[in-house]
Every structure is written in structure tokens, then in C-alpha cells.
């Protein structure tokens, strides 16, 4: 199987930190549950929440602020794209995970993402032909 790098882990691969590409149906139900092993924090890289964590409170204040400034910059442009897209997306979020494209698709924190929904749609086709 050949795997090509999604726009999701553009910046997780730059930032040093490691990514697992899960391929097995299972795999999807699993990493629901197991959210750390050892010292190892996983994350969801297709979810909304999957931004870089920063250790000192300094630095978490700096780029609190930071992000504040530059969403009411970019508030004009990401209202705009709400407006186009209306109910098709939840929101228009600014982030810091993408470095070489301008933009990408992610489930809500607590939603299915888009592997999950493809196993349940292909589940419940299934079970019709039955």
C-alpha cells in the first residue's frame, strides 16, 4: 500500500513531532479509547483540537494573544467564508497547524471523523444488501 501525505500533517511534520498513518478499520476504534500509551500523547490530527501544545504558561499567554490579534484581523475573510459555505461547515477557524496549504477540512472535537464516517456509511450499506 502507498501512503501520500495529507494536508492534515503538513505541520506535524515539521514541528518534530511523530505521526502514525492508522490503515485498518480497527485502528479507527481503538485510538477512540487509547489516548495515551507511556509517556506518548495521541492526538487526532483530522480533529479541530489537534494544535501544538506549548509547555511554559509564558509562552501559552503569548500565542493566547497572538491568536486574539489575528482573529480579529482575519475576522472580515473568515466571516465571509462562512457566509459561502453556510450550513455544508460548523465553522471557520483560523490555525496554526498548516504550512503549505492554505486550508483543510477537520471534524468537530467530539465528531466522527471522516475515516469513521466512511466505515459506518460502508457498514450500513452492507447491512441493506443483506
Known sequence: MVLHPCCCCCCGCTQGYEVMYLTDVLDEYVMQQLTEFEDFKFANIAKEDAEPETDSEDAKKAAK???KALKETFKPLTSWWKDQLGGKVAGVKLSKRLA??????VASKWGQSANMERIMKASVSMLMKV
Open 65 to 67: 494573544e497572538a491568536t
Open 100 to 105: 503549505s496549504t492554505p486550508c483543510v477540512v
